[in-house]
């Protein structure tokens, strides 16, 4: 069955044939679809068509949703021309990045140079990530995804799906078809494509909320990442359960605004998102026994504050014979080292390689095709899954016995510059 070729509209046809169908309209699944076809794969989009592009973002319209960009995530959108689609007066760079223990105040203050810090300049590379807001690089995405004659992109969800040993075949909302070889989970952590092949999950739900909210800040943040662990709430810590370490961010954002990301207790994140902008402003300047307010001076919040829960998740196969996931739909981790979407993309960028070097005969759904793309994503998702579980843990003990060793060995760690060197390049993907 053919289709005549038309800058990502509306497939006017009630049945389409495709190589590949990507499921779900996020960073990754315009991604994924995007490299795709730009690789000479004729692609469906399934996804709810964004509404019409807002005027430019003015100095204090900001969006909740940042993320931190790798050097491997940078380097994928500039091969797919997104890159320099984005504002650059909206893009900041992250030269260096300071972690600090659950430490006394004392240690907390101004002039304390904190247990860990990253360079770039150590580190011989240009910034350690780029920190952007989600809906530009998703506007930037759909502008290129104009452009692309191999892709269709079917506005509404899918409802039904169909498998057979040739390929599947999803049923949109509207009642339109799609048949195709491949059909690409991108629809996040409760993944509907991932529910229909009865792919379980193995998760883990840390009781916490990630707080996100931007603000303006008097001092300068000088292009630096904050970050402290904080230990469990002293209010919980009595609780039959053992109580979370929390964790609170602060990330550098263009024209000296900061974003924060504070991984709370559901108890006391509720509190968070229940406060007034002046007040949570107040709250979080007083964060890490007031090392926030030091730091930044006064805070404005820009943006309301916003919570998700906090899971360790990963599907228990990331593909079948014509499926495959990519980003939260086969793994959710913790945010405290801002590495989930760099996952996906990196999903992403492995799974064209894996499509780029497919053998003439294969199908794209062929299995032994796609467990490529599995196999090539195990050590890096394990790596990093142990290394942000394994802290989280960490930082969660209590007793004073814990806390000493902990902070004793992230000090250690800030001693061995070629370890430090090895993270940041393990961090730059």
């Avoid at 399934?46 to 931190?68: H, Q």
């Avoid at 943006?303 to 829960?309: D, E, K, R, S, V």
């Avoid at 086969?330 to 497919?358: C, F, I, S, T, W």
Wanted: glycine share 8%; with cysteine; charged share 20%.
């Amino acid at each position: 069955m053919t289709r005549s070729h038309a800058s990502a509209r509306p497939a006017a046809r009630k049945s389409s044939a495709f190589q590949v169908a990507v499921v779900g309209g996020g960073i990754v699944g315009k991604s994924c679809a995007l490299l795709l076809a730009q690789q000479g794969m004729d692609v469906a989009l399934i996804a709810p068509r964004p509404a019409r592009a807002a005027a430019a973002a003015g100095p204090d319209d900001w969006d909740s949703r940042i993320y931190a960009f790798s050097a491997s995530s940078q380097a994928l959108l500039e091969r797919m021309r997104v890159w320099e689609a984005l504002d650059p007066a909206r893009i900041q760079p992250v030269r260096d990045m300071r972690v600090f223990g659950d430490v006394s105040a004392a240690e907390t203050s101004p002039s304390f140079d904190g247990d860990l810090h990253f360079s770039a300049y150590a580190a011989a590379v240009p910034q350690l990530a780029w920190i952007i807001e989600s809906r530009l690089v998703e506007r930037a995405l759909d502008q290129a995804l104009g452009f692309q004659h191999q892709v269709t992109w079917h506005d509404g969800t899918a409802g039904v799906c169909e498998r057979d040993p040739d390929g599947i075949t999803l049923t949109l909302d509207n009642g339109s078809k799609v048949r195709t070889a491949l059909a690409i989970g991108a629809d996040g952590a409760r993944s509907w494509l991932r529910q229909q092949c009865h792919i379980g999950v193995s998760t883990r739900k840390y009781r916490q909320l990630g707080v996100v909210a931007n603000f303006a800040c008097e001092r300068p943040h000088h292009e630096t990442a904050w970050q402290w662990f904080l230990g469990a709430p002293e209010k919980l810590m009595a609780d039959e359960e053992p109580a979370n370490g929390e964790v609170l961010a602060m990330l550098p954002l263009p024209d000296n605004h900061v974003s924060m990301v504070w991984s709370a207790d559901e108890a006391h994140a509720r509190e968070l998102l229940a406060l007034s902008p002046e007040a949570l402003a107040a709250t979080v300047m007083q964060g890490a026994s007031g090392a926030v307010g030091a730091r930044f001076g006064a805070l404005r919040c820009v943006t309301p504050a916003q919570g998700f829960p906090l899971v360790l998740q990963r599907a228990d196969q990331f593909v079948q014979p014509h499926v495959a996931l990519v980003g939260d739909a086969a793994h959710v981790v913790h945010p405290l080292a801002g590495q989930g979407m760099n996952l996906g993309l990196r999903d992403v960028a492995e799974l064209g390689r894996v499509m780029a070097d497919k053998e003439p005969f294969r199908s794209e759904g062929d299995l032994r095709l796609l467990r490529r793309y599995e196999r090539a994503r195990a050590t890096d998702l394990l790596s990093l899954t142990a290394a942000t579980d394994g802290l989280h843990r960490l930082f969660s003990l209590p007793g004073s016995v814990a806390r000493v060793v902990r902070n004793t060995g992230m000090r250690a760690v800030g001693g061995q510059s070629l370890l430090k060197r090895l993270l940041i390049g393990r961090a730059l993907g």
